[in-house]
């Protein structure tokens, strides 16, 4: 493994450990980490630290949805330059471009069920090549950023095999 990726498996763990912590966990000398720190961001690998959130227990949370999106390609659009359409939406949390039987799935925050059907009907829908778009609500989330959220009321019932 290299020092980059070692450094990198640390960060995604704790954003927050100290160069000394990262050092000792990966076995590197302090200096080699702050140096490999500063060259992950400055080559835009690492292009930010954020704070996993849990937000199911906030009363005022939101909203979340994960909206499946096909597109219809010309010669002279392709997926870059939709997806860089798409994502200048603030409502817009993530963006992907993935395979199977769509072809965008794009993570969208709204403060209401409303608010994030008004921004998929009257800001993505509208793009001249989407052609079809499916919305999921997000009811739970149970493991994000890699955290699992732990805590929830446990379901105590039996089960039962037949």
Do not use: C
């Not at 200096?31 to 720190?37: Q, R, S």
């Not at 005022?60 to 096909?70: F, K």
């Not at 997806?83 to 794009?106: E, M, T």
């Not at 509208?126 to 732990?150: A, L």
């Amino acid at each position: 493994m290299s020092d980059e990726r070692a450094v990198l498996d640390v960060l995604t763990t704790n954003a927050r450990e100290d160069v000394s912590d990262i050092a000792a966990q990966t076995g590197l000398e302090e200096g080699a980490v702050e140096e490999a720190i500063a060259d992950l961001e400055r080559r835009g690998v690492v292009h930010g630290y954020q704070a996993v959130v849990d937000w199911d227990r906030i009363d005022d949370g939101g909203v979340r949805a994960i909206v499946e999106l096909n597109v219809a390609l010309d010669r002279e659009t392709g997926y870059e330059e939709i997806a860089d359409r798409i994502a200048k939406f603030p409502a817009v949390h993530a963006l992907h471009l993935v395979s199977g039987n769509y072809d965008f799935a794009v993570e969208v925050t709204g403060d209401s069920m409303q608010d994030v059907s008004g921004f998929v009907s009257e800001q993505v829908a509208p793009i001249p090549e989407v052609t079809q778009t499916v919305t999921h609500y997000i009811m739970e989330t149970y493991k994000d950023g890699g955290i699992r959220f732990g805590d929830r009321d446990d379901d105590d019932r039996l089960s039962v095999s037949p």
